[in-house]
């Protein structure tokens, strides 16, 4: 878990003339190549052990940063960093890594009526997961002894559309990112009142009612019976239903807009 850092310096016989500034520093599984200088950078070349080099170019810069991964074994590296008049400065340095986790967390959301479930996993060890509503305040949860691999919460989904950002850290760095948007909205509320023999059905919803069916004495009625997807397109709904001589049992479910559903049922006799 240490980290070193190697520059580059070359002498040059011949005064004035200016070298890229390279240092490179390990951190774990990977190193972070940085170059400074006062001309444009045209390249940078590297390989691991002669092999097959690898280019990155400069673009244009004079500053630029690169991170590259580490080999399982050991390895020698081989780096070559050109300026656009062609100077060039060389490194080589040997690299052992017994083993690496390169493997980022997973993280699963699952909706459970107005909350979000947040799932972490990781096949070796989790570190942290951290989560935040839009530009607040983050909220971090570390990783229990008891279950190392896997971290869970549930957190209510604010109301409106906003976008929640879910980090999760291994233990040996590994990061992985997750943004999701969400609307929160509250399940529409049924109302069920007796007058004389007639049966009032009341929904409102904050948003919009999509859709109202109900179930009387095994008898379906539906504000959508062919199932075409259309809303009622209204906040507030009243229904009179005549009710039966006898025993009337009824069940009552309401759809919005954002496809919450409520249920009531009841039993009244006339």
């Known amino acids: 878990m240490g ?3 190697f520059s580059i310096i070359n002498k040059n016989e011949d005064q004035g003339v200016s070298e890229p500034l390279v240092e490179v520093s390990q951190n774990v599984d990977s190193l972070n190549i940085k170059v400074k200088h006062d001309k444009l950078i045209d390249k940078i070349v590297y390989n691991w052990n002669n092999e097959q080099d690898i280019v ?9 940063e690169e991170k590259i991964e580490i080999p399982i ?5 081989y780096l070559k960093v050109i300026d656009i008049t062609g100077k060039t400065v060389s490194y080589n340095q040997q ?3 017994e083993n690496a986790d390169r493997t980022k967390p997973e993280i699963e959301l699952l909706v ?3 909350k979000v479930k947040i799932v972490v996993k990781d096949e070796t060890e989790l570190d942290y997961m951290k ?3 839009n530009d607040e305040d983050e909220t971090k949860i570390t990783a229990r002894e008891e279950s190392l691999k896997q971290i869970e919460e549930k957190i209510d989904i604010l109301k409106g559309q906003n976008t929640l950002t879910i980090i999760a850290v291994d233990k040996a760095g590994n990061e992985q990112t997750k943004e999701q948007i969400f609307k929160g909205a509250k399940k529409p509320k049924i109302e069920l009142l007796r007058d004389g023999n007639e049966l009032v059905i009341r929904v409102t919803d904050e948003e919009e009612i ?3 069916e109900y179930t009387l004495n095994g008898q379906l009625y539906s504000s959508d019976p062919n199932n075409e997807g259309k809303s009622l397109g209204m906040k507030q709904l009243e229904v009179r ?7 009337n049992t009824i069940t009552i479910r309401a759809y919005n807009i954002s496809d919450l559903v409520a249920e009531e049922s009841g039993e009244t006799t006339v």
């Not at 990155?56 to 630029?64: D, H, I, N, V």
């Not at 074994?73 to 590296?77: A, D, E, H, V």
């Not at 239903?241 to 025993?247: D, F, K, S």
């Open 95 to 97: 690299y052992i890594l």
């Open 3 to 5: 980290k070193s850092i």
């Open 112 to 114: 459970e009526n107005s």
């Open 56 to 64: 990155l170019q400069g673009k244009g810069r004079m500053e630029l």
């Open 73 to 77: 074994g050991t390895n020698n590296l």
């Open 241 to 247: 239903q005549p009710l039966a001589q006898g025993r």
């Open 210 to 212: 999509k859709k109202v």
């Open 131 to 133: 989560y935040y509503w």
